[in-house]
């Protein structure tokens, strides 16, 4: 089993802003992401990733979102 966990500040500051960057660019969407932790663990070839994450947006954003995925 491999393990792997990004926690510290710095790493996960400069990961949120390429998330938040690569999602604005792709999608469209103005999301404020801070990415609290990052686990990743691989067994047997497979690998499970577990993210913490809080995200901001604006309720228009939100709106956008939803009327994308058809809710």
């Known amino acids: 089993m491999d393990e ?3 926690g510290s500040k710095f790493t996960t500051g400069i990961l949120s802003k390429l998330i938040a960057m690569l999602i604005r660019k792709k999608f469209g969407y103005d999301i404020e ?12 070839g497979k690998t499970h990733v577990h993210l913490d994450v ?3 947006l604006e309720k228009d954003e939100l709106m956008k979102i939803l009327k994308n995925i058809g809710l």
């Not at 992401?33 to 047997?44: Q, W, Y």
Request: charged letters at 35%.
């Open 4 to 6: 792997m966990k990004i």
């Open 54 to 56: 809080d995200a901001e």
């Open 33 to 44: 992401l801070k990415l609290n932790e990052v686990n990743a663990t691989v067994i047997d």
